[in-house]
């Protein structure tokens, strides 16, 4: 018996002493056949029997058998705990652990004749150790049982507290400790990892403690159990114990309790989540890993107490059995087999971010190629797409992956908007602080072919009047700039492409006083930005328009996922970039469409990088995690979060919010709020296909499963009907406006088509518009929305659109002109228009046009159907110019006001409250979506409130939406 802990302290000894670890010596067990009944094995004489039996291989199991203390009507113990033992035995284990053991289990165990004529029990059927349940040792090699607590303040013999059974044996003439543990798990009460951590803490201290010796001599160990834990708790194993199943076989997932195959799971599961409970952890110098196998993960049929043949798992979880050989020479491990393919993971960046400094107004001839090497050679993660192994090989033919010399495209072009920049803020605001940052995707470090820059301009005390004139002069005079335009959406974007690199600039007023990092630096993508998000002042941030505060986000954002990701950053970049390239090719990316976009990909990679990994995973481990964590996911409970206080205080609408994923910063909000209940079924889906691809992949072949995975969805050709969308006109500048109104409008189809088809149905929008061959129009696309209506025919699915879709929405621009024609109609997938040949050939027309477009608001106006209203259309000989601030327009009536808030995807409908006037008790507020139009009149409302502020008021005559 070991000190206890008075003793302890009396003596002085230090509480991370191992020492002070209480334990208790307790007998083994060996089955008499003389007596015909087990008895206590003397610890001694057990030593001296084994130290000259020591075998060249040892196999060891460990499985959970599932106690029936919950449904046992459904669990049928006695015939699958038989089954269980008969598949055990044919293991030929030298080693067998077992969790929870139950005092029924163990007396069935103990009664069977081959565990009888071959094992040593660390219990007796009387039960000494296994209270309510608990764990089972079982050798055919003699050994000394101790019982060490791993939680609670000392050792109580009935109790359920956790606690491992340790077995030591003399193996070679050295000390082999194997404890046998089942840790805390999930449906206990309060921080369950910290308890398993500590639990941890105190079974790797156990792992020295043995009779005679040295915590300093390390003996062997090999621990064996249930622990309970998902892989980002179990990869902060201490040096130099390690993991079996990842040391053997890292490309594969090793799930052991897994509710979507195991219907015994599928009974016990909480969160329905799948996972690697189980593992065989080392700390060996004698021994060396070999080999590492899953048992029972197959049905097995038994025979009910009624009689009646049922098929069934053997238990919840998995079992493992590993064998282990006898190293070469003494502390020298044998070689290891490990039975995959390999490839190169990401390399850790040991270096900070670099930073490009370059003065506002150099001039444009200064910004080179050349100048910007460090940042081309920042981009580590993209090691993997360059290797010649045969996945990087396939990843980079499907990928678009950009390569050094579009890369560095890309930056000239950065160098050349900061230039224009800066010669723009010089003619309004010679004086002003400015900076340019890239954001979004870019500015993670994630960069796609054909990918828009996402651009913050901030600048102090520079009102977006006076600075955004001044920029669309300067870009219309360069030719290096084409398709300018500006949308006015909540955050106002000028949209251009220089040098042919699509842009997307916001501009954010900063106050006079705020915290700007001098000098401007030229920070973008694969370096972090210079400029601290978090330092500046909450009444800086108050200080801002709503338009500012709502750009200044993107950059909040983008630093909260930076940090989420710390160190592991190169392999947050590989995980997103293999994510999204998947997400593309499958068909599931885009935010206006009713899918998750980039930004939205990105805090799900951020989440499971932050959360699952500590240490440089492999590619596949990170796609396994990432798709197993959210193809499982109860997307109608939970949000996903990368902050907890997003998690407490973020308030999920159920008619609206299908998917949440929100955002890093504050305020907090959906950053999927465009995912519809349709949407949600095909991500769902394609989420489940991703992680059944993982799970069944075989690991002699991983190429295969990586070209099932990445291989591109047929959307056009899987659905027996297509609503049509063809968006036509006869300018360019015409084209990009009406495209980017329609495309923000395409969802509201689907949503009016989730109101009147069932469960069964599939609606599924393809997730990008399809350039069509020129034929009244020369700029022509279409998008397309698939149905398919169980056990229905087109024509029926043809009516049920046509009676139930509204259509006008689509054509309701402000800024609609002759040039510019919508046609919708029902089509079966061979009446489909005819796609552009080249569909790059529209992209290059595109970007032939001159860069003098006139600016035109687009997203988010839905104000009339016809021409003459629209304030804001120019012809084509007009010179470009912005709306004039002091032109009072014509005031919205309430029911367009409302129309607006219900179909404009650009507007959150959480955020906004109508007030109307009731006849008997005044003006009442409400949230919007709760706002009666059947009952109450429009011309009845008030006013529109957004998050608190006043948007319209026919009283005050305020119309600011």
């Not at 284990?93 to 289990?105: G, K």
């Not at 998947?582 to 805090?603: C, E, K, Q, T």
């Not at 367009?896 to 959480?910: A, C, F, P, S, T």
Request: with cysteine; net charge negative; aromatic share 8%.
């Amino acid at each position: 018996m070991s000190r206890s802990k008075s003793s302890s302290k009396a003596q002085g000894k230090d509480k991370n002493d191992i020492s002070s670890v209480e334990s208790n010596t307790t007998s083994t067990f060996a089955y008499n056949h003389d007596l015909q009944c087990w008895v206590a094995s003397s610890p001694s004489s057990s030593l001296s029997r084994a130290a000259n039996t020591s075998p060249s291989t040892l196999k060891v199991a460990t499985w959970n058998m599932l106690f029936d203390f919950y449904h046992p009507e459904k669990l049928h113990s006695p015939q699958r705990i038989q089954s269980l033992l008969d598949i055990l035995r044919s293991t030929d284990a030298d080693i067998i652990a077992l969790q929870e053991v139950t005092p029924p289990f163990l007396q069935m165990i103990l009664a069977t004749d081959w565990i009888r004529a071959k094992y040593f029990a660390s219990d007796c059927p009387d039960a000494h150790t296994v209270q309510h349940y608990g764990q089972l040792l079982l050798a055919t090699k003699p050994f000394t049982t101790i019982i060490y607590p791993l939680s609670g303040s000392k050792y109580r013999k009935h109790t359920t507290s956790k606690q491992a059974v340790v077995g030591i044996f003399q193996l070679h003439g050295r000390p082999l400790v194997v404890p046998v543990v089942h840790l805390t798990s999930d449906r206990a009460s309060g921080d369950v990892a910290s308890k398993r951590d500590k639990q941890m803490q105190t079974l790797f201290k156990t792992c020295s403690m043995v009779p005679g010796s040295k915590p300093s001599d390390h003996p062997d160990c090999i621990v064996l159990g249930d622990f309970n834990m998902k892989d980002p708790e179990a990869y902060a194993l201490p040096r130099p114990f390690t993991d079996v199943w990842t040391t053997l076989r890292p490309a594969e997932a090793g799930i052991t309790y897994d509710p979507r195959e195991n219907t015994m799971a599928a009974i016990t599961t909480l969160s329905n989540m799948p996972g690697r409970l189980d593992r065989v952890i080392t700390r060996v110098q004698t021994w060396a890993p070999r080999s590492i196998e899953l048992i029972g993960n197959n049905k097995v049929t038994i025979t009910t107490s009624k009689g009646d043949h049922v098929e069934i798992f053997p238990s919840d979880h998995y079992g493992l059995v590993a064998t282990f050989s006898q190293a070469t020479r003494e502390g020298e491990p044998a070689a290891v087999v490990q039975p995959h393919i390999s490839y190169p993971a990401p390399r850790k960046s040991t270096s900070s971010p670099s930073t490009v400094a370059a003065t506002p107004a150099a001039p444009l001839a200064e910004y080179t190629t050349a100048a910007y090497a460090p940042v081309l050679s920042a981009q580590k993660h993209l090691a993997l797409f360059e290797s010649e192994d045969p996945i990087s090989r396939f990843l980079s033919s499907v990928l678009p992956i950009p390569d050094t010399d579009a890369l560095a495209k890309r930056n000239a072009a950065l160098a050349l908007l900061h230039g224009l920049l800066g010669t723009a803020m010089q003619a309004c605001a010679p004086s002003s602080v400015w900076r340019m940052d890239v954001v979004g995707s870019a500015g993670l470090g994630v960069s796609m072919q054909g990918d828009d820059v996402d651009v913050l301009v901030m600048a102090q005390a520079t009102p977006w009047v006076t600075f955004v004139p001044a920029l669309i002069k300067v870009l219309q005079e360069a030719s290096e700039v084409t398709r300018l335009r500006l949308v006015p959406a909540t955050v106002p974007i000028v949209q251009a492409r220089v040098c042919g690199i699509p842009f997307d600039l916001q501009y954010a007023c900063m106050p006079a006083d705020s915290a700007m990092t001098l000098p401007q630096p030229l920070a973008y993508y694969f370096s972090q930005p210079s400029f601290d998000a978090s330092a500046l002042r909450d009444e800086d941030v108050v200080k801002m328009d709503p338009a500012s505060r709502a750009a200044f986000a993107s950059i909040a954002d983008m630093q909260v996922i930076i940090r989420s990701v710390g160190a592991s950053r190169d392999d947050f970049l590989t995980l997103l970039t293999l994510v999204r390239g998947w997400a593309s090719l499958r068909g599931v990316y885009s935010h206006a469409l009713g899918y998750i976009g980039g930004y939205g990909w990105s805090i799900l990679a951020a989440y499971v990088q932050s959360n699952f990994f500590s240490d440089s995973p492999s590619p596949s481990q990170m796609l396994y995690e990432f798709f197993s964590t959210f193809a499982t996911w109860r997307w109608e409970q939970a949000a996903v979060a990368l902050e907890f206080e997003g998690q407490q205080t973020f308030r999920k609408n159920d008619k609206k919010d299908f998917m949440c994923i929100l955002t890093a910063s504050k305020p907090f909000k959906n950053s999927a709020r465009n995912v519809t209940r349709s949407t949600r079924k095909v991500i769902i889906e394609e989420l489940g296909r991703a992680y059944d691809i993982l799970t069944r992949a075989d690991s002699a072949n991983p190429l295969a499963a990586y070209q099932t995975l990445f291989a591109k969805s047929d959307v056009l050709h899987e659905a027996g009907t297509y609503i049509q969308i063809q968006v036509s006109a006869l300018t360019s500048r015409e084209y990009l406006n009406f495209v980017g109104f329609v495309e923000s409008r395409v969802v509201s189809v689907v949503q009016q088509l989730d109101q009147v088809v069932d469960e069964t149905a599939r609606v599924r929008p393809l997730d990008h518009a399809v350039p069509l061959a020129p034929v009244n129009f020369p700029f022509s696309c279409a998008y397309y929305v698939g149905v398919a209506l169980n056990a229905s025919t087109h024509d029926a699915a043809k009516n049920l659109i046509l009676a139930s879709v509204d259509f006008a929405p689509l054509s309701r621009f402000r800024g609609k002109t002759d040039g510019m024609h919508l046609a919708v109609s029902v089509v079966r997938p061979e009446e489909m228009l005819a796609p552009a040949e080249d569909e790059l050939a529209l992209d290059s027309t595109l970007d032939a046009q001159p860069s003098d477009l006139p600016l035109e608001y687009t997203a988010g106006d839905t104000w009339s159907d016809t021409a003459s209203e629209a304030g804001s259309v120019y012809s084509e000989a007009e010179p470009p110019s912005l709306p004039d601030p002091s032109v009072k327009a014509r005031m919205h009536t309430s029911e367009e006001v409302y129309n607006r808030i219900m179909w404009d995807g650009h507007l959150n409908k959480e955020e906004f409250i109508v007030g109307y006037e009731d006849r008997f008790v005044g003006v009442l507020e409400v949230p919007f979506e709760e706002f009666d139009t059947a009952n109450i009149p429009f011309h009845r409302i008030r006013t529109f409130k957004r998050n608190q502020e006043v948007v319209w008021d026919r009283k005050a005559r305020i119309d600011v939406l």
